[in-house]
């Protein structure tokens, strides 16, 4: 590099470039890594990058600002600090199952009449250090006698649920009809609208996703405009789905036979230029897991916010939005000499996986077979848990753009319990590396890993952190968030009046 050049105007040229050419630049020579080092705004854009994070609106926040709230957001994994929602209503029989999560945005559905819940809803948003966002709880009355599956988007201000014969489109902040929906805010499903446990509705950017078993289908609407995307077949086999992207969307679901082994069904269905895109299948093995007729399984459906281009949301920043896990919980009982036992398995799956096979690998084949082998070693990690829990399925979100908490999430270690979160982003492990012998920061006893060897995995990282002492953690539900993890402590009421109700409400950042 010139001498000559001065280093206002090398810093001025370096504040264009992204975070791979600002790092790769800082490793050429003493003068730049010096100007890197000592100019806020490129910290700031390296932190950003090497976090995982994507910086915010334009506000009048400056770079340094923005440079010390995301050293103290990295700070937080490595505390341990709980704290308590300031005003939530434990007055009230608030059911302690979230219905819906979206970034630190959790829904929870009022007080029940016998079996059935008016619409009135309970929404709590815990504060946010990456998005500079304050706690908020409020309710909403949505006016319907009952609400049979929700979905929503922080980022997009979206509120999306069914009250048949109907999917309303609506705002979280006030449940009017969402203004950017052309359409009035609904979509006639049918009488026939078909409501699986979590699998009903699904949401990313402008995409809207539900099955109906009118024509054995799962459809894709664009919830902005109407437009019908996607019509994709629906076999009874499916039981949850997932977007990867805009343009496709997973099914885990067991094949016939007498086999029945696992897989993952991708359908692309992205062609801008037909009224009826050409549907394309990817068959995903998954032998590793072997053939189990008994298995259960069940598809954590990440619930990190699309932050599509230019959304409203306020943030300084915010977790890349393409940066995605995908958890599928398999349980295959075990009958032992002394009794009867199903041990849970756990498969992590980063979205990219997924996709840049199919980038990668183009075909004109309607459907296209992959065997495990050539896309599972080295991409996935899959852990063996010991005695999950029964309901472990009600209420509890698992994976949150690259973190992921296991259920059940406690370990133990003498007296004390431990919470266990783990991370998956590649540029957030190189700082904090894989643990060995599976211990984790604390020292705590790890959970088995299965069939690979540490090199053959994603790599990972994970925190435990303990529970606080004034909870009672045999009757907890967990969620994760964008950048906080929350418990929630319910009381066991009676089955007349369907008593369930939270008792306690504590969130820990991460």
């Known amino acids: 590099m010139s001498p000559s050049l001065p280093t206002e105007l090398i810093s001025k040229i370096l504040e264009y470039a992204d975070y791979k050419t600002i790092t790769a630049c800082r490793k050429l020579c003493r003068r730049l890594r010096d100007i890197v080092d000592t100019t806020a705004s490129l910290r700031y854009v390296v932190e950003l990058g090497a ?4 910086d915010g609106l334009p506000d009048t926040v400056s770079p340094a600002e923005r440079l010390r709230r995301l050293e103290g957001f990295q700070a937080a994994w490595k505390g341990s600090a709980w704290s308590q929602p300031k005003c939530f209503p434990y007055s009230k029989k608030i ?19 016998g079996f059935r819940h008016t619409g009135e809803l309970l929404l709590l948003r815990f504060p946010s ?8 709880l ?14 929503l988007d922080e980022s997009q201000d979206l509120l999306v649920f069914s009250c048949l014969p109907n999917i309303h489109i609506r705002t979280l902040s006030s449940g009017r009809v969402h203004p950017s929906s052309s359409f009035l805010g609904l979509i006639d499903a049918g009488t026939n609208f078909v409501d699986y446990e979590d699998f009903s509705l699904r ?18 609407w664009n919830w902005k405009t109407g437009k019908q995307i996607a019509k994709i077949p629906f076999e009874r086999r499916y039981t949850s789905c997932t977007f990867l992207d805009r343009s496709s969307i997973l099914f885990p679901y067991r094949t016939s036979g007498q086999d029945q082994m696992l897989r993952f069904q991708v359908v692309t269905f992205e062609s801008p230029n037909t009224d009826e895109p050409a549907l394309r299948f990817y068959q995903f093995e998954l ?3 072997g053939p189990q007729p008994e298995q259960g399984y069940f598809l954590s459906v990440n619930t990190l916010p699309s932050n599509p281009s230019g959304s409203y949301f306020p943030g300084y920043f915010h977790s890349e939005p393409s940066s995605r896990l995908l958890a599928l919980e398999v349980e295959t009982p075990v009958i032992d000499s002394m009794g009867g036992d199903i041990p849970l398995r756990v498969l992590f799956v980063p979205h990219d996986v997924l996709i840049g096979y199919i980038a990668s690998h183009p075909s004109d084949a309607d459907t296209v077979m992959v065997p495990w082998e050539a896309w599972g070693p080295g991409n996935t990690h899959i852990l063996s848990l010991p005695d999950p829990s029964s309901d472990r399925f009600l209420g509890s979100k698992l994976v949150c753009g690259m973190h992921a908490v296991t259920e059940p999430p406690m370990i133990v270690v003498g007296d004390q319990k431990m919470l266990r979160i783990m991370d998956y982003h590649p540029r957030r492990v190189a700082r904090n590396p894989v643990t060995q ?10 959970w088995l890993e299965f069939g ?7 790599p990972h990282a994970f925190k435990d952190i303990p529970l606080p002492d004034e909870i009672r953690w045999e009757n907890i539900k967990c969620v994760l968030g964008e950048d906080m993890v929350a418990v929630f402590e319910y009381s066991l009421g009676t089955f007349g009046d369907f008593g369930h109700r939270i008792e306690k409400v504590f969130y820990h950042p991460i």
């Open 51 to 54: 976090a995982g994070m994507c």
């Open 95 to 113: 059911l302690p199952f979230p219905v819906a999560l979206s970034g630190n945005l959790v829904v929870l559905k009022g007080p029940a009449h």
């Open 129 to 136: 250090e990456a998005r500079g966002v304050p706690e908020k």
């Open 138 to 151: 409020w309710y909403l009355d949505l006016d319907c006698q009952h609400i049979e599956a929700i979905a």
């Open 203 to 220: 949401i990313h950017d402008d995409r809207l996703a539900f099955t109906t078993s009118t024509g054995h289908n799962v459809l894709v």
């Open 287 to 289: 032998d590793v897991l």
């Open 437 to 446: 012998n599976g211990l984790g920061i604390s020292g705590a006893a790890g």
């Open 452 to 458: 690979r060897l540490t090199g053959e995995k994603v």
